[in-house]
């Protein structure tokens, strides 16, 4: 049975925490780590279900390179070495929703209020 003033405690924080987001829209980011089925906020006790990533489209810049190895024809096999020009590719889509797994930390952005939260990026320890 839930106790009645556990209920109002939690109505009341819920609500007091709703308004401290929308004071808070003006902070630019907060680190947050993805979850199984959703995102914790590293300052927001519960787990959101239902938040936003950010969708990246780009040009990407190949730089030149060599690759050696082995080609095989019908009638045999040798060495080869292959010098591939740099190049650029406009419109490449980033999906970076498809590469985030539980325990990633990210950077987020809150928005509309802080009714939503943006996945800005995965970010990495780099251990230094």
């Not at 089925?37 to 787990?47: I, P, R, V």
């Not at 292959?82 to 490449?92: G, Y």
């Not at 539980?102 to 809150?110: N, Y």
């Amino acid at each position: 049975m839930v106790d009645a003033y556990d209920a109002l405690h939690d109505a009341f924080h819920e609500a007091f925490g709703k308004k401290i987001g929308e004071s808070l829209v003006g902070v630019p980011a907060e680190m947050g780590t993805i979850t199984a089925s959703g995102l914790k906020l590293d300052s927001f006790k519960h787990e959101i279900q239902d938040y936003l990533v950010a969708g990246w489209t780009v040009t990407l810049g190949m730089p030149s390179y060599t690759l050696s190895g082995t080609i095989n024809t019908g009638s045999g096999s040798g060495a080869a070495t292959f010098n591939v020009p740099a190049k650029e590719i406009e419109d490449v889509q980033v999906n970076m929703a498809a590469g985030l797994q539980p325990g990633d930390r990210v950077l987020t952005i809150p928005v509309n209020g802080g009714n939503d939260v943006v996945v800005i990026c995965r970010v990495v320890d780099t251990g230094g």
